[in-house]
C-alpha cells in the first residue's frame, strides 16, 4: 500500500506545502477506498453494497439513495 500511495502522490506531483499534500493523499485514498472491491461483500465495491442493500431493505434507509448519483435531473 505505502508503494502504491508514493507512486500517485510524491513520485508523481510536486507540492508547494505540505497541507497540498494532505490534501491529494486524502482525495486520493477516498476515491481508492470506495472504488476497492471488498471479499467481505463478495466481490463488490462498498457502493454497489449499498445500493443492493437500498433495493432489499429500502426501510433500513432514511434518505433516497438516487439523490446522491450523478445525472440528469428529469
Do not use: C
Not at 22 to 51: D, N, S
Request: hydrophobic share 40%; no cysteine.
Amino acid at each position: 500500500m505505502n508503494r502504491t500511495l508514493k507512486e500517485a502522490t510524491v513520485n508523481n506531483f510536486h507540492y508547494a506545502s505540505h497541507d497540498e499534500l494532505k490534501q491529494h493523499l486524502h482525495a486520493y485514498l477516498m476515491a481508492y477506498t470506495f472504488a476497492k472491491r471488498l471479499k467481505a461483500i463478495k466481490g463488490k465495491t462498498p457502493w454497489q453494497f449499498i445500493l443492493n442493500q437500498w433495493t432489499i431493505h429500502p426501510e433500513y434507509f432514511t434518505i433516497n439513495l438516487n439523490h446522491f448519483l450523478a445525472g440528469l435531473n428529469t
